[in-house]
């Protein structure tokens, strides 16, 4: 099928023509770095890193991205076939990382799933994404993917689409949550606190957002079981430059009684499973170098 409709934005590009959609992107996957990467959660990162391969292009383009420098089509990147992507997982494997993982592939998901068919990593590979993807897309990495990563950026259509575009962000994220949850099932770690399987549900909080978050947290509290799923609250928010011109109030960083409130709030509503990552946690440290590292 020549028109992609892979993704909630459902544009119809013919990719497979080199006709760019949504998502900035051809048909192959693109990748700017293939790495250890040590700035996901412990139970993912490790003290060995976790073998992170960071796709061009996005689905999503959120205003306030810290990784905009790759999501457009001018990103520098190499094109990879299916099976150049299975040897890069291979190597990535062979260096002695925890796991691997596959950082905003949802508009590459078709070469992803062909790649991971009949792949024997002998680790768990990790969708790490921003959440807003089809149901039926998903369903292509039933049994290929361990572990679910995604984001729960919003719980309000207002703020989903003044901030990227995509009003109906709320419940198509919330149903794609709901879909790598009952492929994987509840979490299950390893001896070591490595995750094994499960889903990661992370929230960065919004500046000048407060109600946002808050059904964020709701969502997570009554949609899934005690000790279902991990959950992660960031409040390391760091503003891109520019980003304040346009949207004022996503000038400057979370305010630190801000991110105290709801994280009690967390813990008032019983999600007692997961991590915390405070207000001076921001910065662009953690931002890695987009060198083609493990690519050429």
């Given at each position: 099928?020549?028109?992609?409709?892979?993704?909630?934005?459902?544009?119809?590009?013919?990719?497979?023509?080199?006709?760019?959609?949504?998502?900035?992107?051809g048909a192959l996957p693109r990748a700017v770095r293939a790495a250890a990467h040590f700035g996901e959660e412990p139970c993912i990162s490790g003290e060995r890193g976790s073998g992170?391969?960071?796709?061009?292009g996005c689905n999503l383009g959120?205003?306030?991205?810290?990784?905009?420098?790759?999501?457009?089509?001018?990103?520098?990147g190499v094109e990879l076939s299916v099976q150049g992507l299975r040897d890069v997982m291979l190597r990535l494997r062979d260096s002695g990382v925890h796991n691997i993982n596959l950082v905003t592939g949802t508009h590459y998901v078709r070469a992803i799933a062909e790649a991971l068919s009949g792949l024997e990593l002998g680790m768990p590979v990790v969708w790490n994404s921003s959440g807003y993807e089809s149901v039926e897309s998903l369903r292509l990495l039933e049994g290929l993917v361990q572990i679910y990563m995604p984001d729960y950026k919003y719980s309000l259509p207002g703020p989903a689409q003044k901030y990227s575009r995509a009003a109906d962000y709320p419940e198509v994220a919330a149903a794609a949550i709901e879909e790598m949850y009952r492929q994987v099932g509840a979490y299950r770690m390893d001896g070591d606190g490595m995750l094994e399987?499960?889903?990661?549900?992370r929230h960065l909080i919004l500046p000048g957002n407060i109600d946002n978050s808050i059904g964020c947290i709701d969502f997570v509290s009554q949609s899934f079981p005690q000790g279902g799923v991990l959950f992660s609250l960031m409040s390391?928010?760091?503003?891109?430059?520019?980003?304040?011109?346009?949207?004022?109030?996503?000038?400057?960083?979370?305010e630190d009684?801000?991110?105290?409130?709801?994280?009690?709030?967390?813990?008032?509503?019983?999600?007692?499973?997961?991590?915390?990552?405070?207000?001076?946690a921001s910065g662009d440290a953690m931002i890695p170098d987009w060198d083609l590292s493990g690519l050429i």
């Open positions: 099928m020549s028109a992609c409709f892979d993704c909630p934005r459902r544009c119809g590009a013919d990719r497979l023509a080199g006709e760019f959609g949504v998502c900035a992107s992170a391969i960071f796709f061009t959120c205003v306030y991205c810290q990784n905009r420098d790759i999501s457009g089509a001018a990103a520098p399987s499960g889903v990661i549900i390391q928010y760091t503003p891109m430059p520019g980003v304040g011109k346009r949207f004022p109030e996503l000038a400057g960083p979370v009684e801000v991110a105290a409130m709801l994280y009690a709030y967390l813990l008032e509503r019983g999600i007692t499973d997961g991590y915390y990552q405070e207000p001076d």
